[in-house]
């Protein structure tokens, strides 16, 4: 398929977009006498083009049967990784895998464990268009969470967007607007050679505003052969039209570089954690050598979207498009696949209420559709010297979505509201290759129904339960495989491998609300969910931590947890305990066939995240803690003593505002424990084998945050 062809469903919402600007342009060279363009960080942002606020989506999230989360980012001191943005959220686990601005591996009920590096499982969205390819693949490393007024979250099948219909459901990182903020200026350094860097400036006008942020962070790193980049550029301009006509138009541009130190034997966890193959002198080192390999990843993206809405209460429209290009270049240790994608979108929604049914009844209805085609090349890698050698693999790709939606809600009572929603999906994934004409084309049809009742048992508690089906198909991460001996890149083979959709029923209960008032409020979420899956995507690796492929698990596989967060402040004599805190418990297990009863390797089993800040005047301090308390298997059969063993890390923070200037000060991991942050997943293992990544050892980070 052609460029053009691909931009085509892109030029009509452009249409609108250029008219935008032109009229801008036309008002700045006019003669005439015009009302002045001002800055006005206090306007009401609700009257912004599609300026979403925190407040509106807390009530949106009020009204989903299921478990959320709302993070907003721009609280945070530190905000340089998706870390820093996501922690203490309940249901989202975060696995560090280097530390910077690389690949950590995101969770939510367990969707998209077993990819490595993670690349599927989750629809990731920005402003509520999807960035995933049509496959259903990303390349995390490219978030950059410094530019999101707020992160919202839809766990499992709780997703509202018309493309989500995997078991990890949604994340929408939301835009910060013109309105936002006038302009804004962050500088960090740290330990390991991390520097951080961001300028944004914003305005608003009588019928524009716009914004441009500018990122750029660089991180020697904690390992050797750890060092990343990561440079950015995000930019968008809203327009009010006549009518409740809006507009707004998205620019974003990623450079993203890292290189990837790779695992070791359990052993050096503790011996060397800060070392890779290579720095010994055992044949294990001389086959993987880290240096020589040169594993690494470098990925640019181009991204342009478009939103429009118009409309009332009664009927209200909106209509988005998107156009990404990315060109990624990834070599694991023993091959490098090169892959060019352009993806093109188009999402429709309209939603309403009818009169007369005085907000009784609430209707949505939604059409996505989704267009990847992809150039994957595949390359074995030279042991000596890192380079490319022959290559053994050539493939044109294409995946295409269609997805509708339709959902009702009806309040039964005043405090009861029935919720339920069928999305249809079609979705195709060909694959050709260009030396042998071997072709795989697959495409799958099927309905994922949900339905659930909120009560609102009193005035400050939600109780919630929901029944749902969820489907995800495989990726091309998964469908073409290469196998690629590390003593033998001469005899590198890949293939295209035939997988069924993973399937799942969810069954949740749950609840949120406050106890206590005013100030001294607790704030609490709760969910507990229990999946049963058919036909799980297992992913796994080699005695070398390097993946080897995928496969549909045939005996069944179970998924459930629970979920629960708390915050809130506490006022004291000196001042204020501002608090928050979230457990994640996940118990996935495989209920028949070879490994039957055992669990699933990948998700820590249980996840505790908190933290304690003292609140005096422009002052706040106090520790954190992330603590994993029990043992977490790293192969599916749970071999004694290859685990990831439990840990403990404490942290520090020092924070003083004064007006728009911020300082902070951050100590993490202060006792310097040895720990893994993650592991390469595997059918069976051992200790000896190359398979775990050392977390960060003891680090401190200082930065200043200027709002004008």
Known sequence: MTKSLLLRPF???????????????????SDTSLPPVTVNASRDSTKLPLAATVQAEREKLAQVPGGTNLAEPQKEARLATLRDALDYQPGIVLQDFFGGTDQPRLGIRGSGIQSNPVNRGVLLLQDGLPLNEADGSFI????????????????????????????????????MTGADERGRVRLEGGSFGRRGAQAAVGGVGERFDSRVSISSDRYDGYRHHSDSRRDSLQANVGFQGEGGFENRTYLTWTDLAFHIPNVVPKDRIHSDPRGVMGDGN???????????????????????ANRSRWGNDTLRQEVGVYWQDTDDLFNNMTSYTVTHSYTTGAQWQASGRPAGSEGALGWRTAVSWADSTMDRDLFATNPANGQEMQRFGRYNLGAQNLQALAAADWRLAPDWTLLGSMQWSHLTRDAQSRDTGTQLDQSWNFATPK??????????????????????????????????????PATAQAELVRLQMQRATTLELGGAG????????????????????????????????IKVGTYNYRGGTRHQGVEL????????????????????????????????????????????????????????????????????????????????????????????????????????NVTDRRYASAYAIRNQAIAAQPGYLQGLGRSFTVGLNYQF
Do not use: C
């Open 11 to 29: 030029y009509l919402s452009g249409l609108v977009s250029v008219s935008a600007f032109s009229s801008l342009q036309a008002l700045a060279q």
């Open 140 to 175: 995390i490393g490219m978030i950059e969470p410094r530019n999101a007024a707020f992160v919202s979250a839809l766990r499992g099948a709780n997703a509202r967007s018309p493309g989500a219909t995997m078991l990890g459901g949604e994340l929408d990182f939301v835009s």
């Open 282 to 304: 055992a044949p294990q080192d001389t086959l993987l050598n880290v240096y020589k390999r040169d594993p690494r990843r470098t990925a640019t993206q181009l991204r342009l």
């Open 451 to 488: 339905v659930g009742v909120n009560w609102a048992a009193t005035p400050s508690t939600r109780l919630w339960a929901n029944l749902s089906r969820s489907q995800e198909a495989p990726t091309f991460w998964e469908i073409v495989s290469a196998a690629v001996a590390p003593n033998s």
């Open 514 to 545: 406050q106890w206590g008032a005013g100030t001294n409020a607790l704030h609490w979420t709760a969910a507990v969910y229990r999946s049963v899956l058919a036909d799980e995507l297992i992913s796994t690796t080699d005695a070398n931590g």
């Open 565 to 668: 967060g708390l915050s809130g402040s506490r006022r004291i004599g000196i001042g204020a305990l501002d608090y928050r805190a979230s457990w994640t418990y996940s118990d996935f297990r495989f209920r028949g066939g070879e490994y039957a009863g055992k669990q699933i390797a990948g998700v820590p089993r249980q996840l505790i995240n908190a933290e304690v800040m003292l609140h005096m005047g422009a002052w706040r301090f106090g520790p954190n803690v992330r603590w994993m308390p029990v043992s977490t298997p790293t192969d599916h059969a749970n071999t004694p003593g290859a685990e990831q063993d439990a840990y403990a890390l404490l942290g520090l923070k020092l924070e003083w505002r004064n007006g728009p200037l911020a300082l902070y000060a951050q100590a993490d």
